[in-house]
């Protein structure tokens, strides 16, 4: 186990820690793929100082691990280092603190997804599987342009289904009118514009009064 105890730590001086642990608690799994193993212990270079009541830890960890190479799968091992740690713990003043956990972390994140023997390694061979960092061989690898395939649809018969026939206009229907029907005038109405019968003694008014005659002659 990494641990620091920090009563151990004087003020304004780095206490350094420097070790070996395991590599099992990297607990990497048996069926990765590509298969991946430890092939050492973590080796691990720390400073610790006291901030106060906080602790912080620089430093850096690495590890050896047996895999094999993505593009010639020959087994190699390779390191996998992180150059950069930082670890800040609060409020641990005159107490043990274990580091394993982090360092563990750090170095499970710095693994890549696939490892190569060397930047130009030329893989193997995909026709006879000669490897070609090893040895040469005279298959053609120059990949074959697929032809077409005749149950493919051909692209002509989405063009066959096309219509470029202009579409006729659609008759515009004209909008129906109601007809208009003269209103019917009421009784009330005409019998207003009638003109009004004079009365018996209006015309008697009218008449010329008959002299009345004298008894002379």
């Known amino acids: 186990m990494i641990k620091i105890n920090t009563s151990h730590i004087l003020p304004d001086t780095p206490y350094l820690l420097d070790g070996t642990e395991p590599a099992e608690v990297l607990e990497l799994p048996a069926d990765a793929d590509p298969p991946l193993a430890p092939a050492g212990d973590i080796t691990y270079h720390l400073s610790a100082i006291m901030a106060g009541a906080d602790l912080i830890v620089t430093g850096s960890a690495s590890v050896p691990l047996a895999t094999v190479c993505a593009r010639c799968l020959d087994d190699i091992r390779v390191p996998v280092s ?9 409020k ?3 107490l ?8 563990r972390e750090e170095l499970l994140l710095a693994v ?3 490892f190569y023997c060397s930047p130009d390694c030329k893989g193997i061979c995909p026709v006879c599987g000669t490897n070609l960092n090893h040895a040469s061989c005279d298959c053609d690898r120059t990949p074959a342009e697929p032809g077409p395939d005749p149950a493919a649809p051909s692209p002509w018969d989405q063009l066959d289904a096309l219509n470029f026939a202009p579409e006729k206009p659609a008759k515009k229907k004209a909008p129906a009118t109601a007809e208009k029907k003269p ?5 009330a109405v005409s ?5 009004a019968k004079k009365s018996s003694a209006v015309s008697s008014e009218k008449k010329p009064a ?3 005659s004298s008894g002379k002659k």
């Open 210 to 212: 008959k002299k009345k």
């Open 96 to 103: 043990e603190v274990d580091l394993t956990e982090d360092v």
């Open 183 to 187: 209103a019917k005038k009421s009784s």
């Open 112 to 114: 890549p997804s696939c």
């Open 92 to 94: 641990v003043r005159d």
């Open 82 to 90: 992180v150059k950069d740690l930082c670890f800040h713990f609060e």
């Open 191 to 195: 019998s207003e514009k009638k003109p």
